[in-house]
């Protein structure tokens, strides 16, 4: 129904910068909300940010990248980006696209997650 792809992950050094990309493709009526989770290794899934439309405008950061990472949408091209910044061993994990899609004039969301991308931050 909907597929997520991200790029962008990769090796950085401590206090380096990379930036992901996620594009949404498949059938839907909008894209309500598009966001990134992370896990590392044994450790669960915790929230990146999250983003609405840029016309409702809402947008949340998990505590721990508040200030040093940013996210964006393109929703002419169903894209959400992540800029991250600062990066800190601890922000190594594999990164998930997630979407939240609504896919009718009739309110509910469903749902999607992306492959995920390797992020790994090391001297």
């Known amino acids: 129904q909907v597929q997520l792809v991200e790029s962008g992950g990769g090796l950085v050094q401590p206090g380096g910068s990379l930036r992901l990309s996620c594009a949404a493709s498949?059938?839907?009526?909008?894209?309500?909300?598009m966001g990134w989770y992370r896990q590392a290794p044994g450790k669960e899934r915790e929230l990146v940010a999250i983003?609405?439309?840029?016309?409702?405008?809402?947008?949340r950061y998990g505590d721990s990248v508040q200030g040093r990472f940013t996210i964006s949408r393109d929703d002419a091209m169903n894209t959400v980006y992540l800029q991250m910044n600062s990066l800190k061993p601890e922000d190594t994990a594999v990164y998930f696209c997630?979407?939240?899609?609504?896919?009718?004039?009739?309110?509910?969301?469903?749902?999607?997650w992306g492959q995920g991308t390797q992020v790994t931050v090391s001297a």
């Open positions: 983003k609405s439309s840029n016309s409702v405008g809402m947008t």
């Open positions: 997630n979407a939240k899609v609504r896919h009718s004039e009739v309110p509910g969301l469903k749902d999607y």
């Open positions: 498949g059938s839907f009526f909008s894209i309500y909300f």
